[in-house]
Nanobody, 117 residues
């Protein structure tokens, strides 16, 4: 499974961005997916997760009510809609995919999000 993120960039505080994560390869094996982020000088943290069918989602407290995770399995793509962005949301955002029958987690290369104040 290969994952490629896109949609990052520079935005002012209060603005919005939508990140995409395109999956390729053995996409039929993908189960849950998620988004993580790592801010400069900080540990990587989970942002949001979504089950295989998209029926269940979860969010870090810091992004609840502002971010929305979704996926379109027909397009093998996951999204993260980010609204009301804050400077503390500045980070490299990574998408992940878990596969059926394996403990391995696949990671994308990351996309940079910078929120200016």
């Amino acid at each position: 499974v290969q994952l490629v993120e896109s949609g990052g960039g520079l935005v002012q505080a209060g603005g919005s961005l939508r990140l995409s994560c395109a999956a390729s390869g053995s996409t039929f094996s993908i189960n849950a997916m998620g988004w993580y982020r790592q801010a400069p000088g900080k540990q990587r943290e989970v942002v949001a997760g979504i089950t295989s069918g998209g029926g269940s989602t979860n969010y870090a407290d810091s992004v609840k009510g502002r971010f929305t995770i979704s996926r379109d399995n027909a397009k093998n793509t996951m999204y993260l809609q980010m609204n009301s962005l804050k400077p503390e949301d500045t980070a490299v955002y990574y998408c992940t995919a878990d596969v059926h029958g394996s403990f391995r987690r696949y990671w994308g290369q990351g996309t940079h999000v910078t929120v200016s104040s």
